[in-house]
Nanobody, 124 residues
């Protein structure tokens, strides 16, 4: 049984930073890309960032490029999302997800396991 558990969300002022973590268990962590998605109220879930199993390939949504950094520690079975220069429009529930295979992907259907989500609220 694959499990993903996010942590690190919270309330922060605009311009501040947060670091999300995603602890994974249940399958070989390094064999699967990891992604972060977010969903704001009344909107569809959208891609934020992804990193391949071997850390070589990384991709970001244009809206977060230069502000967010995705990383992973395969020895700890954990993925991270460092979020800097946060804006009110970054407010959403953030989900980590494990991809079906090794390479990065931006579409939801490429991911077969999801965490429960963690709320990030950025005040203006």
């Amino acid at each position: 049984q694959v499990q993903l558990v996010e942590s690190g969300g919270g309330l922060v002022q605009a311009g501040g930073s947060l670091r999300l973590s995603c602890a994974a268990s249940g399958r070989t962590f390094s064999s699967h890309a990891m992604g972060w998605f977010r969903q704001a109220p009344g909107k569809e879930r959208e891609f934020v960032a992804a990193i391949s199993g071997g850390l070589i390939f990384i991709v970001y949504a244009d809206s977060v490029k230069g502000r967010f950094t995705i990383s992973r520690d395969n020895a700890k079975n954990t993925a991270y999302l460092q979020m800097n220069s946060l804006k009110p429009e970054d407010t959403a529930v953030y989900y980590c997800a494990s991809a079906r295979d090794y390479y990065t992907a931006t579409s939801l259907v490429s991911y077969d396991y999801w965490g429960q989500g963690t709320q990030v609220t950025v005040s203006s």
